[in-house]
């Protein structure tokens, strides 16, 4: 379990850290005395099942929601983000599981949506496609990623293909700690493969990684560092080294309840 010199290892303090965070939505405490801290070059993955306060937890770190207890603290100073963009200033990208793309657009105009180039001043300033295309292909090919045509629309790559574009663009827009919500729940054995080698890549770029998920054998080839949850509460944290992949499952099914299960659905 995470021993509280963790969050200093190195004698660096770590990119995010959360302390004894919680939260409740009106009465409901969805998320009650978590901690965890993300590091530069590691993959902290968080698993649970649903409800366990995944998504709130990193709603927190996004600075989507704000935390009503504990602390959150960036480059080990306390921090209390007002929304996403001051999260995004300091460092923070999300891909959201819903992605947020045009389909219709070329992945290129997507890959630079809300921050697109220009050249020219005044009535003569326009967009600088090329510089755009151009750039686009280089941060994809700097990420693994080779795609055929950087023009064709998003909605012709696969879903996999999609999240590896979104997670190589908030390599190139400045990210250190990159958040991904559940990147490969609805793709197959194939294209999860794909999005966790980039994962894989943006460690090796020196990001820390949060890594949503609730497939231990999705979290277990990729991460450093396995947090678990279950109704809100942290079940603990633990190192590649602490754990093995049979014992993380075990964890994450909630180990007896699934031999009930499988005990009450046994046709004999
Ligand atoms: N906006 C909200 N208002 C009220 N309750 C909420 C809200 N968002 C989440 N909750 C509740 O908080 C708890 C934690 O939810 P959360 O979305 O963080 O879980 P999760 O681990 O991401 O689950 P999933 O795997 O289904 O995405 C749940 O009980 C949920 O019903
Ligand atoms: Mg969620």
Known sequence: MTSPTEATAGGKPALVEARGVGKFYGNVPALTDVSTAVRAGRVTCVLGDNGAGKSTLIKILSGVH?????????????????????????????????????????????????????????????????????????????MGIDLRDVDQPVGTLSGGERQSVAIARAVHLGARVLI?????????????????????????????????????????????????????????????????????????????????LAHELDRG
């Open 66 to 142: 704000r935390h009503d207890r504990g602390e959150l603290l960036v480059d080990g100073a306390a921090v209390s983000f007002s929304g996403p963009r001051e999260a995004l200033d300091a460092g923070i990208a999300t891909v959201h599981q819903d992605l947020a793309m045009v389909p219709l657009m070329p992945i290129w105009r997507n890959f630079f949506l809300g921050s697109e180039l220009s050249r020219g001043r005044g009535p003569l300033r326009r967009l600088d496609v090329a510089a755009m295309r151009a750039t686009t292909r280089a941060e994809l090919l700097r």
């Open 180 to 260: 991904l919500d559940e990147p490969t729940a609805a793709l197959g054995v194939r294209q999860a493969g794909v999005v966790l080698r980039y994962v894989a890549r943006a460690r090796e770029l020196g990001l820390g990684v949060v890594f949503i998920t609730h497939n231990p054998h999705h979290a277990y080839p990729v991460g450093d560092r396995f947090l678990l949850l279950s109704r809100g509460r942290s079940l603990g944290e633990y190192g590649r080294e602490e754990i093995d992949r049979a014992e993380l499952t075990r964890l994450m099914a909630g180990g007896s309840e699934l031999d009930e």
